[in-house]
């Protein structure tokens, strides 16, 4: 079985910024991509960031360019979502998400950790 934990998730001031984490763990597998996604109070899931775990190339939503980075660790299994400027209308919960080859393609997400950004 393949298991996506998430943290990094708090409370903080309009303008300031957190990092999120998520790690892969499992056996025989290959990670092929993860990404981020949001979902607000009352809303649909929504994409955020996405990055190819063979060659690093990357994707955003335009609503967190120039303000989120999205990186990984490939030793570690691990991906990261840097989030600069935050304003209250990021306030959601984030979820990681991965997509893993073990002989076919299987989609993962993680349990949701929780961002709040005050006024």
């Known amino acids: 079985q393949v298991q996506l934990v998430e943290s990094g998730g708090g409370l903080v001031q309009a303008g300031g910024s957190l990092r999120l984490s998520c790690t892969v763990s499992?056996?025989?597998?290959?990670?092929?991509?993860m990404g981020w996604f949001r979902q607000a109070p009352g809303k649909e899931r929504d994409f955020v960031a996405a990055?190819?775990?063979?060659?690093?190339?990357?994707d955003y939503a335009d609503s967190v360019k120039g303000r989120f980075t999205i990186s990984r660790d490939n030793a570690k299994n691990t991906v990261y979502l840097q989030m600069n400027s935050l304003k209250p209308e990021d306030t959601a919960v984030y979820y990681c998400?991965?997509?893993?080859?073990?002989?076919?393609?299987?989609?993962?997400w993680g349990q949701g950790t929780q961002v709040t950004v005050s006024s």
């Open positions: 998400k991965a997509r893993c080859n073990r002989g076919s393609l299987y989609t993962y």
């Open positions: 990055i190819r775990w063979s060659g690093g190339g990357t």
């Open positions: 499992g056996r025989s597998f290959t990670i092929y991509d």
